[in-house]
């Protein structure tokens, strides 16, 4: 719902927002081409006429540190800290470093154990850091997988973890807020919660049946730090009563001291921030990844309910595609009237490390010489065959080929299901 929406690339949204912070402080930190500087010169004056009200609020979807720093300045000069940005109650969650990550399968040998939980690195992570041989060459690998997923197949064990329906947790999502998390139901199957495997394999505790191991850990940290240490024992008589009160309301939201008392100073460098930005080189065509709303990561892909659950843009189930301009497809003869018996235009589109071939479909509004693709499709080390993989592509995309082939986007699931025992059996498109 912008007022004004300015479709870009993505190597160009560094320069956007070295413009928008040139126009309001009129330091240059990046070379910006002067259709960028004209098409951000409204949005900048604008944000100038509110400098150091805190009434305003900037924000960039890029996962660069570079562009995250102007970002940072730009509302640091704006005030929003304290204001807009409460820098006092962060969020936890998504917390992953790639970097760490990808030092960590570059240092992985036949000498070393690797623990995998609640993810699926061999599916998500690049082929260049060849994640599957090296956990295979591990010296011991387990997956806490509740399903034998591209990685877990790779490990020389599967110690399962409890559904989370059917698990005990506790979790701090937000600085002040802690939540308990209790199971709906008993453990369907012979798996375990991950955190109890973890410490029985380390001698602190004996698994016996219907455990109580990781849920007694939890009370225990409960009691501890929260009970004794935070002044639950002034509002309750017992342990117990704290406990129950907490278990009832899912959790805690108690006011916590603030993690900063004193004003903040700039501490970040703009200028190398801004001549990072100066190197970006993008292809004629650009690759744009992003994850749908019901999709996402691709890890619940098994799931029959996402898989229909319609884009809300595109309104396409069932299936990845690539996304371009309506424009630009109807320049290139490309299919736009896209139905039951209208198909697809069928492309493969070469990428930076490897090829994918997609259906496109019409995408108003994007910026022309770009392509979408959602994350989370191409799941297949067990037959799956759920669309293609983004996750395997590089950055920026170099070009763009269209095969002049045809192909159904989106056919209707109905047609692939068969009734089981009084039971509908949903088969994943082929």
């Known amino acids: 719902n912008a007022d004004v929406r300015v479709a870009i690339k993505p190597s160009e949204e560094g320069q956007v927002i070295a413009a928008l912070y040139q126009h309001v402080t009129g330091k240059q930190t990046a070379k910006v081409s002067d259709a960028i500087m004209k098409n951000t010169k409204a949005a900048g004056e604008m944000l100038k006429a509110q400098m150091g009200r805190g009434e305003t609020l900037v924000v960039a979807g890029a996962n660069d540190v570079n562009v995250q720093i102007l970002v940072n300045a730009l509302n640091f000069e704006l005030g929003n800290y304290n204001n807009t ?9 998504f917390m992953g470093k790639d970097a760490e990550v990808e030092k960590l399968f570059n240092e992985l040998s036949d000498k070393d154990a690797i623990l995998i939980y609640g993810c699926n690195p061999v599916y998500s992570l690049p082929k260049s850091l060849n994640v599957a041989a090296k956990i ?3 010296k011991l690998s387990i997956s806490f997988a509740g399903y034998a997923d591209e990685t877990a197949t790779q490990c020389q064990y599967i110690a399962p973890d409890h559904h989370y329906l059917e698990a005990w ?15 709906l139901i008993r453990p369907l199957y012979k798996t375990a919660p991950w955190q109890e495997s973890l410490l029985v394999w380390s001698g602190l505790a004996q698994r016996v049946k219907d455990s109580t191991v990781y849920v007694d850990l939890i009370k225990a940290n409960w009691k501890k730090w929260g009970y004794e240490m935070f002044g639950g024992n002034q509002k309750f008589a017992t342990f117990g009563e704290y406990w129950n009160f907490h278990l009832h309301n899912g959790g805690s939201s108690d006011p916590m001291p603030p993690m900063f008392t004193t004003p ?3 501490m970040g460098n703009t200028a190398e921030a801004g001549a990072a930005i100066d190197g970006w080189q993008g292809g004629e065509w650009q690759a744009i990844y992003y994850q749908k709303i019901g999709m996402g990561d691709g890890q619940q892909a098994n799931n029959p309910w996402l898989q229909e659950l319609p884009d809300p843009i595109s309104r396409v189930t069932w299936d990845n595609y690539v ?6 497809m109807r320049e290139k003869g490309f299919n ?9 235009t069928k492309l493969k589109v070469t990428l930076d490390k490897g090829t994918l071939e997609l259906p496109v479909y019409p995408s108003p509004g994007q910026a022309k010489n770009t392509i979408g693709i959602a994350l989370g499709y191409g799941r ?3 037959g799956e065959n759920i669309g293609r993989s983004a996750f395997q592509t590089g ?3 170099d070009y763009l080929k269209e095969e002049n082939k045809m192909i159904a986007i989106g056919k209707n699931a109905f047609h692939h299901t068969s009734i089981n025992g009084g039971y509908i059996t949903y088969n994943t498109l082929k």
């Open 85 to 93: 940005i409460n820098i006092n109650n962060p969020i936890s969650m």
């Open 136 to 138: 295979k060459g591990a």
């Open 169 to 183: 947790n506790d979790a701090n999502p937000q600085y002040n807020h802690y939540a308990i998390q209790q199971p």
């Open 264 to 266: 903040l100073a700039w």
């Open 323 to 328: 996304t371009m301009n309506p424009e630009q």
């Open 336 to 344: 736009l009237l896209i139905a039951q018996n209208y198909p697809a």
């Open 380 to 382: 297949g080390a067990n």
């Open 395 to 397: 950055e920026y995309g």
